[in-house]
């Protein structure tokens, strides 16, 4: 099986178990029965066919993954709603950018009340999880997210524009 035709068997959801259903006849030698050597290396291409097979997959599902998250991921520029971070269970909080502080990885909120932080409604500087968080902010973006103590300071896991 090439990569080639083993690519529309990923795009269409095939299990992997399929993928490495190899044909028997392709792996058997033709002529007369095989010597225990001949036996062996016949055993281990068969078997490295299925590792390549593996890797191929695994990459091509890598690939597809990264492209679906790509693809879901607007453009905050043209008004898109947006997501950086996990979601977390509970409910988030709203609040407004002040600014941006990249250098520092640090985003000032004019937000509501923080109930996981026992917090009231302020304004007030946020470390961020991940700089990549800073990447679609600008002042004025009204944004929702959840902020909990990390290393001793408020920090910013989860953001999403409210639009």
């Known amino acids: 099986m090439s990569i080639r035709s ?10 992997l178990t399929k ?14 029965r095989t010597t225990g050597r001949l036996a062996a290396r016949d055993a281990r291409t068969g078997m490295m ?30 008004g ?8 977390p269970a509970m409910t988030l909080t709203e609040g407004e950018v002040e600014r941006v502080d ?27 999880a991940e700089k990549r968080m800073l990447d679609n902010l600008r002042p004025g973006d009204k944004v929702r997210f959840n902020a909990e103590i990390k290393n001793g300071e408020a920090t910013v896991t989860y953001i999403e524009s409210a639009r």
Request: charged share 20%.
């Open 6 to 15: 083993a690519a529309p068997f990923i795009r269409a959801g095939t299990s």
């Open 19 to 32: 993928l490495l259903d190899v044909d028997a006849a392709a792996d058997e030698p033709t002529g007369a």
């Open 49 to 78: 066919k299925r590792i390549g097979i593996i890797v191929v997959a695994l990459g091509l599902m890598a690939c597809a993954a990264v492209q679906a998250q790509s693809e879901r991921r607007q453009d905050p520029a043209q």
């Open 80 to 87: 898109q709603t947006w997501s950086v971070g996990t979601r």
């Open 102 to 128: 990249k250098e520092h990885s640090e985003v000032i909120i004019h937000h509501g009340d923080l109930p996981n932080l026992g917090m009231e409604a302020m304004t007030m500087g946020f470390a961020v």
